[in-house]
C-alpha cells in the first residue's frame, strides 16, 4: 500500500538548520508530484513546498519560507526532502509529506509527519 514516512525533525536554535526526508513506497515516486505541508498549534495545514514529477525541475514555495526552504527529490531512493535553513519560531510546527498529483485516492495520503521546533 502506498506510504510516507517523515523524518529528520527536532528541536533547533533559532537561524539554525534542519532537513527533512520523506521515504515514499506503494507507487511508482518517480511520476507524482510531491509537496510538504505544515500544521501549527491551533493552525491550519499549509503548503510549503512542492516538486514537480520526473527531475523534480519544477518548484513552488509559499511566501514565508522563499529563500530559506528548499525542496529536493532523489527517485533512486524514492525520497522528497525538505532543507530548512535560517530558521525561525514561527516555522515550530509537524511537518507532512504528500503526493500532490494522481487520483484522489493517492492525494489523500498523508504520513505520520515529524515534529520541528524552534526555540533558543
Known amino acids: 500500500q502506498v506510504q510516507l514516512v517523515e523524518s529528520g525533525g527536532g528541536l533547533v536554535q533559532p537561524g539554525g538548520s534542519l532537513r527533512l526526508s520523506c521515504a515514499a513506497s506503494?507507487?511508482?515516486?518517480?511520476?507524482?508530484?510531491m509537496s510538504w505541508y505544515r500544521q501549527a498549534p491551533g493552525k491550519e495545514r499549509e503548503l510549503v513546498a512542492g516538486i514537480g514529477s520526473g527531475t523534480g525541475s519544477s518548484t513552488t514555495y509559499a511566501e514565508s519560507v522563499k529563500g530559506r526552504f528548499t525542496i529536493s527529490r532523489d527517485n533512486a531512493k524514492n525520497t522528497v526532502y525538505l532543507q530548512m535553513d535560517s530558521l525561525k519560531s514561527e516555522d515550530t510546527a509537524a511537518y507532512f509529506c504528500?503526493?500532490?498529483?494522481?487520483?484522489?485516492?493517492?492525494?489523500?495520503?498523508w504520513g505520520q509527519g515529524t515534529q520541528v521546533t524552534v526555540s533558543s
Open positions: 506503494g507507487f511508482t515516486f518517480s511520476s507524482y508530484a
Open positions: 504528500k503526493i500532490s498529483s494522481g487520483s484522489a485516492s493517492l492525494q489523500g495520503t
